[in-house]
């Protein structure tokens, strides 16, 4: 973890991080992307689907290879793959909701998604409030996560230090160039991997990473001071 300087953010990744990989969501997210290349290449599903594996491994996502290689209306493809009834797949959530407002550090989405999906999920979801912004894919100028650009892009929207920086995201690929700029990096629902500082089953287990580090209260103590965070 980052020593000598005091944290101010916690960055959630989006999908699979602030809600659980069991919703099934990410799932029907991932067979719109395969219908969408399916759609726009006119490809055997088959195809698409390895085409979105190699896109996935190459890029990060398949939006970026799209439009690498197609040139593809990243507005058309951020519609598509996100339209889905959430309400299938997440519930009201009042237990995340409390321990985030736990959580002593500005809280902000930070996803390869839109915006529009991340604000759904978070309302459906009730926890909106919790999270000060969402920098979302067009926010990062369309360089994803794990593109070093992406994280440089972040730091430079919230004007922070990495060191000021927790992120917390299900992915390993995507905290090793954060872990390597200097941010606090913990991975949701892996195993413990090389280049990460903790690693947590669910939200609810960031308590016991958070407390040591003295951004967790769970109300019975005084909020620590923080710096524009939600105390
Ligand atoms: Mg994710």
Do not use: W
């Not at 407002?101 to 409030?129: P, Y």
């Amino acid at each position: 973890m980052a020593e000598g300087s005091k944290l101010r953010y916690i960055l959630f990744d989006l999908d699979d991080t602030i809600y659980p990989r069991s919703s099934g969501l990410m799932d029907i997210v991932g067979s719109r992307i395969r219908q969408f290349i399916v759609n726009q290449l006119h490809l055997q599903p088959e195809v698409a689907e390895a085409l979105q594996r190699r896109y996935y491994q190459t890029y990060g996502t398949s939006l970026r290879g799209l439009q690498d290689e197609y040139h593809i209306d990243p507005e058309a493809y951020l519609a598509y793959v996100h339209d889905i009834p959430l309400e299938d797949y997440l519930q009201p959530d009042p237990e995340l909701d409390r321990i985030l407002g736990c959580i002593q550090l500005t809280k902000v989405i930070v996803t390869n998604g839109s915006a529009e999906h991340a604000r759904r999920v978070l309302n459906r979801l009730g926890i909106a409030h919790h999270f000060r912004s969402i920098v979302d894919i067009r926010a990062l100028n369309f360089f994803n996560k794990p593109d070093p650009r992406a994280y440089e892009r972040i730091l430079e929207l919230l004007q922070a230090q990495p060191s000021e920086c927790i992120l917390v995201d299900d992915a390993p690929r995507n905290l090793a160039p954060a872990k390597r700029l200097g941010m606090t990096t913990i991975l949701m629902d892996g195993d413990a991997e090389d280049g990460v500082d903790y690693h947590v089953a669910c939200i609810a287990d960031l308590r016991q990473v958070l407390t040591p580090l003295g951004c967790f209260n769970d109300g019975a103590r005084p909020s620590p001071e923080t710096s524009g965070g939600k105390a």
